[in-house]
């Protein structure tokens, strides 16, 4: 219990850090091919590296911030700690603020408590009070639009990559900008990928992904609606940022009890 609060006080202190590092506009088309594939297809070259740099992970920890349009309304960000295990897939978050947030909680293992998650729900700060739920409940995703499998760096790459397949499914164009930029003082390579035409499958209008140039992982993601007339940018749908990032740390099944 120490140990979840001394993290809580440096995500506190820090994670507005990091989320604020991504906001700065940059140009697009910054970023120089590294080869061929890179060139005629940079976001499936991306894709794929983050996947395979995935797949080499055993576990990792992290600071995770969520900031999310939940009904019609974009509320503002909230800091959670975030573990992974690749095997037996198991993911759990524990928000820290706002002070409304702090203390839910949410965790999932493949295979265990009959495939649900086990929550703590908002609004039990300082209670033992857990629920059992199936990932679809509404209870599972603690007031946000995912539950806790859909919150990890995984679950980011994955979403990417559909969004990728179903635009070159529907042979609608998309447009990538990847260039050179900074978050939380780390280079990192940020894509902004245009969906311009919609349909009824669109995940969103824009999409900036921010992946480390060193671990190849994602780091933050943005996803906005379409500009409305009059406007040049649209609204803020998601934006997940993951910072702190210590893979490989040996957790164990305690992590996800």
């Known amino acids: 219990m120490r140990g979840w609060r001394n993290w809580a006080a440096a995500a506190v202190a820090g994670a507005a850090v990091g989320v604020a590092a991504a906001q700065p506009p940059a140009a697009p088309g910054g ?10 297809d940079p976001l499936g070259a991306m894709i794929a590296e983050a ?3 995935h797949a080499a992970l055993r576990d990792y920890a992290c600071t995770f911030t969520r900031q999310e349009r939940v009904g019609g309304a974009l509320g503002g960000e909230q800091v959670a700690e975030l573990k992974y ?9 524990r928000f820290a603020r706002p002070e409304a947030m702090a203390g839910a909680s949410a965790s999932y293992v493949t295979g265990k408590r009959l495939e649900q998650v086990k929550v703590r729900p908002v609004g039990a700060k300082g209670l033992d009070r857990f629920v059992l739920v199936g990932l679809d409940d509404p209870k599972a995703k603690l007031d946000g639009l995912h539950p806790v499998t859909g919150y990890g760096v995984g679950a980011v790459i994955d979403r990417v990559a559909k969004i990728a397949a179903t635009e070159k499914g529907m042979n609608n164009p998309v447009d990538v900008y990847p260039s050179e930029f900074q978050f939380t003082g780390r280079p990192v390579t940020r894509y902004e990928v245009l969906t311009r035409r919609p349909h009824a499958h669109r995940y969103a209008y824009k999409t900036l992904v921010f992946v480390d140039n060193q671990s190849k992982l994602p ?9 409305r007339p009059g406007t040049t940018t649209g609204e803020l749908i998601e934006a997940h940022s993951y910072t ?11 992590a996800f009890e």
């Open 31 to 40: 970023a120089k091919a590294a080869d061929p594939l890179r060139a005629a």
């Open 51 to 53: 996947k395979s740099a």
């Open 85 to 93: 295990r690749a095997n037996p897939h198991s993911v759990a978050v």
């Open 219 to 227: 780091v933050r993601w943005e996803a906005y609606d379409a500009p």
């Open 244 to 254: 702190d990032l210590r893979a490989n740390v040996g957790l164990g099944a305690a």
